[in-house]
């Protein structure tokens, strides 16, 4: 089964600053997504950015991007001039292709806090 | 699109009630994610449906628990009875999965069940 492991439960950085928070997985699998979601406090599931594991690229979206480390099995978020929106929960995620659950294997989160 | 939809967004029963939560995928999607998420579990996969028969229902937790997607635009969970250790934020998704789709989970906005 696979495995997602958030090391930081909690983070708070300045505005403006960057900041990179941690994910690992555990897999046996070689075709397989990788997400990062984010969830304010009204609960919503947005999806931040998302890599293809086949894909050597790192994936960017404006202010946020990955750092993919496929044989060390590592997929952190970048997010870079952080703005007080971006204090939220933070789930990274991981999506098996071809398997026979489709569902997402989330990590605990981490609790990221912009402060002014 | 009016994205996924979920009824209602907070729910609170007494313990020994039934329970039932709602969820409308986004049109065109085949797949749907019935998730629950608590503080010390996080967010867990219950079940899962495509083209909507059930996958995987290894997640859902006991018997109490039934899940049913009577048609593509429409599903179900309940819960009879329900006990207090219940009380969670259940979440739907759906996504498109075959093809060269890109996987994502739509989440809707959750519904809160509280079990006193």
């Known amino acids: 089964a696979q495995t997602v492991t958030q090391s930081q439960p909690e983070m708070s950085v300045q505005e403006a600053e960057t900041v990179t928070l941690s994910c690992t997985y555990d897999?046996?699998?070689?075709?397989?997504?990788l997400f990062w979601y984010k969830q304010p406090p009204s609960r919503q599931m947005i999806l931040v950015i998302r890599?293809?594991?086949?894909?050597?690229q790192n994936a960017t979206e404006n202010r946020f991007s990955v750092n993919f480390q496929k044989a060390a099995k590592s997929f952190s978020l970048k997010i870079s001039d952080s703005q007080l929106g971006d204090t939220a929960m933070y789930f990274c995620?991981?999506?098996?292709?071809?398997?026979?659950?489709?569902?997402?294997?989330f990590g605990k989160g981490t609790h990221l806090i912009i402060q002014p | 699109d009016a994205g996924v939809i979920q009824s209602p967004r907070h729910e609170v029963t007494e313990m020994g009630q039934e329970v039932t939560l709602r969820c409308k995928p986004i049109s065109g999607h085949n797949s749907l994610f019935w998730y629950r998420q608590t503080m010390m579990r996080g967010l867990e996969l219950l079940i899962y449906?495509?083209?909507?028969?059930?996958?995987?229902d290894s997640g859902m937790p006991e018997d109490r628990f039934s899940a049913k997607m009577p048609n593509a635009s429409f599903s179900t969970l309940k819960i009879q009875p329900s006990e207090p250790r219940d009380s969670a934020v259940y979440f739907c998704?759906?996504?498109?999965?075959?093809?060269?789709?890109?996987?994502?989970?739509?989440f809707g906005p959750g519904t809160r069940l509280t079990v006193t």
């Open positions: 998704a759906s996504s498109f999965t075959g093809g060269t789709g890109d996987r994502e989970q739509y």
């Open positions: 995620a991981f999506y098996e292709l071809g398997g026979g659950a489709d569902g997402l294997t």
């Open positions: 890599q293809e594991a086949y894909k050597q």
């Open positions: 897999t046996s699998e070689n075709n397989y997504y």
């Open positions: 449906f495509n083209n909507n028969v059930p996958i995987d």
